[in-house]
């Protein structure tokens, strides 16, 4: 089953694909939406959703996940992050995905074991879980994160369904 995870942002919107075939997790291609800084806002969110809506029609993944965004103390910076953060939810659900959403916490629990990971311990745990991924990019690492916490989560959930289902329930 191919996934993808987004990280939104109004500057740069990272997104990652991954492979899930049972236990095992392959990266397929990873990368980030940029937005021109100058352009007013509706063109900076026209360019994160055709950037987005782009990478859906070439990896066609099965379903889609978001990292859910957290309030800043700047209360402009929380509206701006939540209107990308929208866009992120729009363009894989105008594909008819599945779109799942993620607090950040719970993507470096599932991913590096502890919630309050820093960026660096969460690319490094995304290099060791996906072998042959090599980004630069803190964006697109944390977007392969929430593809990782999704893949987890869609097992665990599938896993009980299957469990529910033979016990009769």
């Known amino acids: 089953m191919r996934m993808l995870g987004i990280d939104p942002g109004l500057r740069a919107t990272g997104w990652g694909v991954i492979d899930v075939d049972g236990n095992r997790l392959i990266h397929v291609a990873h990368g980030v939406v940029k937005s021109d800084r100058t352009a007013p806002l509706a063109v900076r969110l026209t360019q994160l959703h055709g950037g987005l809506c782009a990478v ?4 066609r993944p099965a379903s889609a996940a978001v990292e859910e965004t957290f309030v ?5 910076s929380t509206l701006s992050l939540g209107q990308a953060r929208g866009v992120a939810l729009l363009a ?3 594909s008819g995905l599945e779109v799942s959403e993620y607090a950040a916490n719970l993507i470096k629990k599932s991913v ?8 660096r311990q969460v690319a490094a745990m995304v290099h060791r879980l996906l072998p042959g991924c090599l980004t630069t990019s803190s964006d697109a690492a944390d977007a392969l994160a ?14 009980w369904a299957a469990a529910q289902a033979v016990a009769g329930r």
């Open 112 to 119: 590096v074991g502890s919630g309050h990971a820093d960026k």
């Open 92 to 94: 894989p659900a105008l």
């Open 146 to 159: 929430v593809a990782i916490c999704h893949a987890h989560h869609v097992q665990t959930r599938d896993r």
């Open 56 to 59: 859906v029609e070439q990896y």
């Open 72 to 76: 800043n103390k700047n209360p402009r």
